[in-house]
C-alpha cells in the first residue's frame, strides 16, 4: 500500500474550520476583521448628534452581527462527500452500503462522486472541491451559499481590494466621513423654535431642532452672542442669510452657530432692535469676555485714567 495512503490513514480528520489548529491566515483574517470593527465604531461615537450616533450604531451592529454569524456559519460548516457520510455509517450500523459509483478513496475508505476530491489539508474527501479558503480554513466552492456571502464580500473590500491602493482608500473613507458629517450637520441645524429671555440673569433658554427632530434644550449668555453680519467668501457673497430670512448667531464662547428668523412675528418688537444693536459687530470691538457689569465698570476705570486729578470726585 502506498506510503502516504496509510499516513493519511493515521492523521486526524479535520470535520471543520475550528478543529485541529487555525490556519494563521485564518487567524489573521479575524484580527483585522476584528480591528475594522473597532475603528468604525469608534467613528460611529465620533458623532455628536444623539439622533445620527444612535442610527449609525443601530446600523453598525447590524452588519457587523451578520458578519459574525455568516463567518461562524461558514467556518462550521462539513463539506465532507455526502456519499462518503452515508457509507461510514452505514458501516457503523453493521449495514452493507449499495452504490453504482465506481469511484473509491483509498484514505477514506468509501465511494465518491465524480467531483469530488481529496483534501490533505483536512485529510478528507470534499465534493466540488477547489482550493482552500485561508479566512475560514475551508475548501472554497463549498462555501459559497447565501451564508458566505457577507462575509466574502466584507472580507474581500476590507483586504483583497483595498491593499492595492491603501492611500486612496483611506483618503476617501475619511473624504465621505467628513462629507457624511457635514451633510448631516446643515441638515440638524441649530434652528430655534423657542427663545426665552431672563433680564435679571442676562441669559436665554433655547428649544431647539437637531438632526431627525431631535429637541434639544440648552441655555447661552448672552454678553457671549453675536449676530454674524453679511461676509464675502472666495469673492463670492454669501447670500445664505437672504434666502434663508435667518439671522446666523454665534456663541463665542461655546463656539456654536445658531439660527433666528428675521420675520418679526418671530420677535417681541419691544427687544427685537435693542437685542440686534447689542450683539452685532462685537467681534470689530473689544471683546474681553467680561460680564456686562463687569464690561461697565472696565470702562470706567478707563475713563478714571484719562480725566485730571482735579476733576476726580471727593471720597
Known amino acids: 500500500m502506498d ?16 478543529v485541529n489548529g487555525i490556519n ?19 467613528f460611529a ?10 442610527l449609525q450604531l443601530i446600523l453598525l451592529t447590524v452588519i457587523v452581527t451578520c458578519v459574525i454569524y455568516s463567518c461562524l456559519r461558514t467556518t462550521l460548516i462539513d463539506p465532507t462527500d455526502s456519499i462518503v457520510k452515508e457509507e461510514k455509517l452505514s458501516k457503523l450500523l453493521g449495514k452493507e452500503f449499495k452504490t453504482d459509483i465506481k469511484s473509491y478513496c483509498l484514505v477514506c475508505q468509501a465511494h465518491v462522486q465524480e467531483k469530488t476530491k481529496h483534501c490533505w489539508s483536512c ?3 470534499v465534493s466540488k472541491f477547489d482550493h482552500h479558503f485561508y479566512k475560514t480554513n475551508l475548501m472554497f466552492d463549498h462555501q459559497i451559499d447565501a451564508s458566505f456571502y457577507p462575509y466574502l464580500l466584507q472580507s474581500i473590500y476590507n483586504m483583497d481590494y483595498m ?65 454674524i453680519p453679511y461676509y464675502t467668501k472666495s469673492g463670492v457673497q454669501n447670500m445664505r442669510q437672504n434666502d434663508l430670512g435667518m439671522y446666523e448667531l454665534s456663541c463665542l464662547n461655546k463656539q456654536e452657530l445658531m439660527y433666528l428668523y428675521m420675520e418679526d412675528a418671530f420677535w417681541n418688537p419691544k427687544l427685537k432692535t435693542q437685542f440686534l444693536t447689542n450683539h ?6 473689544q471683546y474681553f469676555g467680561l460680564k456686562r457689569n463687569e464690561q461697565e465698570e472696565y470702562e470706567k476705570t ?14
Not at 45 to 54: L, P, S
Not at 170 to 197: C, E, P, R
Not at 280 to 285: A, E, G, M, R, V
Request: aromatic residues 14%; glycine residues 4%; contains cysteine.
Open 302 to 315: 478707563q475713563t478714571l485714567k484719562e480725566l485730571p486729578l482735579k476733576d476726580l470726585p471727593v471720597p
Open 45 to 54: 461615537f465620533q458623532f455628536e448628534e444623539t439622533g445620527m450616533r444612535e
Open 163 to 227: 491593499r492595492i491602493n491603501v492611500l486612496a482608500a483611506t483618503a476617501a473613507s475619511a473624504y465621505l466621513w467628513y462629507f457624511h458629517h457635514m451633510s448631516m450637520n446643515d441638515i440638524g441645524k441649530n434652528y430655534f423654535t423657542k427663545v426665552q429671555y431672563n433680564k435679571d440673569k442676562e441669559m436665554i433658554f433655547v428649544t431647539r431642532m437637531g438632526s431627525f427632530g431631535v429637541i434639544r434644550e440648552d441655555e447661552f449668555e448672552t454678553h457671549h452672542l453675536e449676530v
Open 280 to 285: 452685532t459687530q462685537l467681534i470689530s470691538k
Open 3 to 18: 506510503v502516504d495512503v496509510k499516513q493519511g490513514r493515521l492523521r486526524a480528520v479535520r470535520r471543520n474550520g475550528l
Open 24 to 42: 494563521p491566515y485564518q487567524f489573521l483574517s479575524w484580527i483585522y476583521t476584528l480591528f475594522d470593527i473597532v475603528i468604525a465604531y469608534f
Open 123 to 125: 485529510n478528507k474527501c
